[in-house]
Structures are given as C-alpha cells and as structure tokens.
C-alpha cells in the first residue's frame, strides 16, 4: 500500500535571499529555492520578508488537511499551496488552488525535486539557504491548541477558511497608544489597514464583579479566579447546538496563549506580546480555582515550561530571562503561584509535580532560584551604624502591608 502524499508550499518569483519562515524553520533563500515539502498535517505559520532585519514580516496561517482514512489503494497527488511574492506589499500571496499559475507550478514539482529547488519540513540543514534554527519538531506541541475557532475569533474572516493573515505591526486596539518607538500619530499611520487582532478582552484593573464592593473587590484584586471563570465563559463558542461548553472556553483560552507568544516569536508581534501577559498575569494570580480547576493549571504550567524553551529563538530574545530585573515579572508572578499552590493544594498532586519541574528547568537553564526559602524582610546594618530595612518585591502586598494596608474610608 502507498504511503500519504505529503503537503508541499510552493514560492513564485520570490527574490534571493529573502527571508522566509515555516513555523521553527527559518533561513535567507538562495536562487535554487522554490518551496518546501512534506508538511505535516495540522496548523502551520508561513512567514516572510525582503530581508532577515526586524523589519515588517508579513505571514498567514495554514491549515494542511490530514491524509484521507482509510488510505486510498493508489497514491494521490499531493496537497499544494502555492503563493506567489508580491514586491509592492513585500509578501507572499496565496493564488486560487483551480487557478491556471498554480496548476502550472504544481506540474513543475517533478523538475523542482530533481534540481534539490525544494526543502524539506524536517531538514535540520539545508543546502538552499543558511538554516538559522532546529528542526521545527515542538511547533505541534507550541500550537496544540490553536484551531480555527481560535484564529476566527482572533483574526478577521477569511476568504479562505483555511487562511488567516497578519504582520508584525498588526494590533489589538488596547495596544495601539502605546508601541514602543513610535508615537501615537506614528503609530496610527503604520497601522492603518492593518489586521486588527480580536483577542478576548483583559482588564487587569478590574478583576470583580460590577457589582461589588468592600471586601469582595479586594479580594477579586489579590485572587483572580472569578476573572478567569469569565475571560473562558467569554470564549465559550455560542454557534454549537445548545451552546458551547465552559471545557471549551478553557481550551480556546490556551489557544490565545499559544497564538501570542508564537507570533511574539515569528513576528517579534509587541500586540501579541503584551496580550500573553496579560493572559498569564491573570492564570498566575488565582487561587481559589486551583483547587477546582486543577487540570487546566497543570496544563498551563506544561505550556509555559515549553515556551520557555524557546524564548531565545526571538532575534535579541523575547526578554532576558537570566537578567533579574527584566524578567522580574514573570518572577513575581512565579513565586505568588507557588505560595498559592501550596495553600491551596496538596503535596504530591500533579500541580506540585509539574511546577516542580518548572522551577528545575528555569534554574537549570536561566538560574532562577525560586525564593521559596527567601526572607520578604530584614533589617541590614550599615557601615556607619544606620539600620535599613529591605523588603522583597511583592513582600507588601502579600502581606496586606504599606501601600497595600486596608484602609478605611468614610462614606
């Protein structure tokens, strides 16, 4: 019996050494290049640029279909998209699959295998370009859970279901007054017709309900949990029979996560970036949920270990996971999930095991050291005799101390 056709992606009239990206695999093209072949099933990310600067990346996302089950007793032609490079917009343009180009190009495959002019998906070192990363063997893992509910929600409406388009300056209207470098008219004027990215809005200013007061807003503030119950009750899908389930809202959620921090990763997207987060700021912050919903927790953790994986494969990295002070969020953020984690929690429950080897990995390869056996206070004593005392960051507020001391307030 013959195996699957794979799935081929096929480059018309694009200039040598422009750049071009298919999920983890990256290089500059040379002359020979035409495409690249056995794709595999599932969601792809197609980039490119005139060049490999930080200039605008223009990229859309794929969907290759799986093979047919059971498979067919004679081989079939393979699965072919091909895309042709426009120099005025400085992308690559998908042309209609019954089109007369693409039909060409697609006869032409046998040729292209015969002069080496096609890559392969997997080929940690190719001869048609300088490759710049690894075999893209974890973008699966990186995407598991973006499907199209996802990209629709997220993107405009294609004309193609199965295209979804973006570039490195595409933004959410909460991201728009303030990209670093450019100034609200600059920005304005490189965003207009712009994709606008329709992420699930995050306000982490107003984690409660509208309706409370007192007590229950403070405590809205310091436990996100009921923020989280409505940011996936928002994504819950409205258009299944008898509506969608609060499962699905969770997994769609995961999706959002993935998406940013990969387009952060191929785009350099700084919208994208500051919306993962947003996300994860919310996710790390709860408490009272850890014990209701803690699958989805371990996953996210599981998700955030791989991601981590990857950060430096952003040009000038994602942000300087070895620095304290630039990644002194995400630190923070760390620390208070683990005291929650260990309030809410058991010992030897998978959260634990799975933050464990967060912790490990994040030691391992950017020396973190957790401050699980950290003082958050102390008193040093000076050269001269003064006494000063230092608290951690994050020390006040968890301990409802200094600017975070209750106050109150007549009414």
């Known amino acids: 019996m013959a195996s699957s056709p794979s799935s081929i992606l096929l480059f018309l009239n694009l200039p040598s050494k422009s750049f071009v990206g298919l999920d983890l695999l990256s290089f500059e093209s040379s002359p020979n290049f035409h495409g690249i072949t056995n794709v595999p099933p599932g969601f792809h990310f197609l980039y490119a640029s005139p060049n490999a600067s930080l200039s605008i990346r223009h990229g859309r996302w794929l969907k290759i279909p799986p093979p047919p089950r059971p498979p067919p007793p004679r081989r079939n032609q393979p699965v072919v998209f091909v895309f042709r490079w426009i120099g005025v917009d400085e992308c690559l343009r998908l042309l209609p699959a019954n089109g007369a180009e693409a039909a060409a190009a697609t006869r032409a495959i046998p040729s292209l295998h015969a002069a080496q002019g096609l890559v392969e998906y997997q080929a940690g ?52 007054e303030d990209i670093p470098g450019l100034s609200h008219l600059e920005a304005s004027s490189v965003l207009a017709g712009e994709t606008k990215l329709s992420f699930v809005s995050v306000n ?158 994040m030691k391992d390869h950017y020396n973190w050291d957790s401050g699980r056996n950290w003082l958050k206070r102390g008193t040093v004593e000076l050269e001269d005799g003064d006494k000063v005392e230092l608290t951690v960051d994050g020390a006040d507020e968890d301990e409802e101390t200094g600017e975070y001391a209750p106050v109150i307030v007549e009414t």
Request: hydrophobic share 40%; net charge negative; with cysteine.
């Open 125 to 176: 070192d190719d001869t048609n370009g300088g490759g710049r990363r690894a075999a893209p063997s974890d973008w699966a893992r990186l995407v598991s859970h973006v499907d199209e509910a996802v990209l629709n929600h997220i993107l405009p409406p294609a004309a193609d279901a199965a295209d979804w388009t973006l570039t490195s300056v595409s933004s959410a209207p909460e991201d728009t």
């Open 204 to 361: 982490l200013k107003q984690t409660w309900p509208a309706e409370a007061i007192g007590r229950e807003r403070t405590d809205g503030a310091r436990d996100r949990s009921w923020y989280l119950g409505n940011l996936i009750d928002a994504l819950v899908p409205q258009q299944q029979p008898g509506g969608g389930s609060r499962q699905a809202g969770a997994r769609a959620l995961l999706g959002e996560l993935q998406f940013c921090f990969v387009m952060v990763l191929v785009l350099a997207n700084y919208s994208c970036l500051e919306q993962w987060k947003r996300i994860l700021s919310v996710i790390l912050t709860c408490q009272t949920a850890l014990g209701q919903i803690e699958p989805f927790f371990v996953e996210v953790i599981k998700l955030l270990r791989l991601q981590m994986a990857h950060v430096d494969d952003v040009d000038g990295g994602l942000f300087e996971l070895r620095d304290e002070s630039s990644s002194s969020w995400l630190r923070l953020l760390i620390r208070k999930f683990r005291s929650s984690v260990e309030e809410q929690t058991k010992d030897g429950e998978p959260l634990w095991k799975e933050l464990d080897a967060f912790e490990a990995f």
